[in-house]
């Protein structure tokens, strides 16, 4: 683990869930009192946000519906899981920006939220002569050792991917940048039983030149730490 978090907390709470009141509230107690908390995250989070779990609230001011964001939750293993999804991609400028990873070295005009035809994709670099687009997608689901994404069907999701080929088509490069946010993956799959038609259109984006790479983040109470790189496995399986 870095000696510095790459994202830092400033004042986390501990909160105990009571339950999810939709797809981006959840309800918390906090200090004895019930609350409500913005939950950034529109995963299933089935194994991760329900009764009795422990989580980690921050408070954030400006024009919001709710006073707290969750940030954290405990997995049944008790390691910590980031819940916030964009920070993934904050993450990943972050390391891009600043070379932590080897594959992705000597990269310059870095920039976020970059728009390609009627989308937007996460990242745009220059990398050893050519302009590369990168999505980055947040992990949360891990079962024994093995991350899968996603954990929800997402249309977005494959809608990215092929715009992604298209542009290594067009003479670009493109990488699709998943990030554990927890410390116990051994190995990145695609969840085919969860979205059949994105890990389909993962696989042969692979095949077709796009670059899949899969990075850790250790999380603490401190902040979001550089993990490591996580093996990658496109096939689909019978589990």
């Known amino acids: 683990m870095s000696e510095q978090p790459l994202v830092s907390f400033s004042n986390l709470l501990p909160v105990r869930i009571i339950e999810r009141l939709n797809r981006f509230v959840v309800a918390v107690e906090l200090e004895g009192v019930v609350v409500r908390a913005h939950l950034p995250s529109s995963g299933r989070l089935k ?20 006073e707290y964001t969750l940030i954290l939750v405990e997995s049944p293993e008790g390691n910590l899981v980031s819940l916030e999804a964009n920070m993934a991609s904050y993450f990943t400028f972050k390391a891009l920006e600043q070379g932590l ?7 310059k005009n870095l920039k976020k939220e970059v728009r ?4 937007r994709l996460d990242l745009f670099f220059h990398m050893k002569g050519l302009d590369w687009y990168a999505e980055v997608k947040s992990v949360t689901l ?10 929800a069907p997402t249309l977005r999701g494959k809608k990215h991917i092929r715009e992604l080929v298209e542009l ?19 190995e990145f799959r695609p969840n085919w039983a969860m979205d059949w038609d994105f890990s389909q259109a993962l696989y042969q984006a692979a095949k077709e030149g796009v670059v899949i790479k899969a990075y850790s983040m250790e999380v603490t109470l401190k902040g979001f730490f550089l993990g490591r790189e996580i093996p990658i496995n496109l096939m689909e399986s019978n589990e």
């Open 101 to 107: 990873w080897a594959d992705f070295a000597d990269i």
């Open 168 to 186: 290594g088509k067009e003479g670009h490069r493109a990488a699709v940048i998943f990030i554990v946010g927890r410390g116990d993956a051994l």
């Open 142 to 151: 891990v079962n024994d050792g093995i991350a899968r994404f996603p954990d």
């Open 47 to 66: 194994e991760l946000v329900y009764l009795g779990n422990m989580g980690y609230v921050e408070k954030r001011s400006g024009n919001r519906k709710t």
């Open 116 to 119: 390609v035809n009627d989308s």
